[in-house]
């Protein structure tokens, strides 16, 4: 089946380490977003990738890195550097950039102790 | 990308029609009303969108009116797998990046 895969549903890690989401998609899609929603919010845009090995800041990059090396996959690292990480992590992939249907993996939920 | 408003929370009871509604009144000529959902603790999910004539889906439909300032999601039967956060988003059709801006949306349970 096509679709958006992001591990792990559940990550924990200690205040100060880096951490990576994984996020692997299957439809062919050029472009993939990374977002984070915070409790009762909306979804805000950390990066997104319109073609391999091309990426660029969304509203809230920073501290946040991301890799494109794959057409498939597009890693979000959560840096020491940023000062909230607790949250939801969605992935997203669609066919563009612009107007295009945008498919969501399941999300990795990121618990910094 | 236009601003849009929607009602923190409605209640339909299952079978019946839920009527979710949206007003995006800054809307421009050229922004297109979407409707994504989001059931609890999962990804978000497209449902439909439209720019000014009505559209109708497997899942929904959308009535626009007239001027666009305002619009309507439509699901006719709705069910116990409907419960979710529903989210009313215009975007724009040229230099975008894509992103979508996600407001509060309409919490929708429905009911036995």
């Known amino acids: 089946d096509g679709g958006i895969t992001q591990s792990p549903k559940y990550l924990f890690r200690k205040e100060g380490q880096n951490v990576t989401l994984s996020c692997e998609q299957n439809l062919n899609h050029d472009a993939m977003y990374w977002y984070r929603q915070d409790p009762g919010q909306g979804l805000r845009l950390i990066y997104y990738?319109?073609?391999?090995?091309?990426?660029q800041k969304g509203d809230i990059a920073e501290g946040y890195s991301v890799s494109r090396e794959k057409k498939e996959s597009f890693p979000l690292t959560v840096t020491s550097a940023q000062k909230n990480p607790t949250a939801f992590y969605l992935c997203?992939?669609?066919?563009?950039?612009?107007?295009?249907?945008?498919?969501f993996g399941p999300g990795t939920r990121l618990t910094v102790l | 990308d236009a601003k849009t408003t929607q009602p923190t929370s409605m209640d339909c009871a299952e079978g019946r029609a839920a009527n979710l509604p949206c007003n995006h009144s800054?809307?421009?000529?050229?922004?297109?009303v979407y409707w994504y959902r989001q059931i609890h603790s999962q990804g978000p999910q497209y449902i439909i969108h439209g720019l000014k004539n009505n559209e109708t889906n497997e899942m929904a439909s959308l009535i626009i009116t007239e001027d666009r300032k305002s619009s309507t999601l439509i699901l006719p039967h709705a069910t116990l797998r409907d419960t979710a956060v529903y989210y009313c988003?215009?975007?724009?059709?040229?230099?975008?990046?894509?992103?979508?801006?996600f407001g509060q949306g309409t919490t929708l349970q429905v009911k036995p």
């Open positions: 988003i215009v975007r724009v059709a040229n230099g975008n990046t894509g992103k979508l801006i």
């Open positions: 997203a992939s669609s066919i563009g950039l612009g107007l295009n249907e945008q498919f």
């Open positions: 800054t809307i421009s000529g050229n922004e297109y």
């Open positions: 990738s319109q073609i391999v090995n091309d990426f």
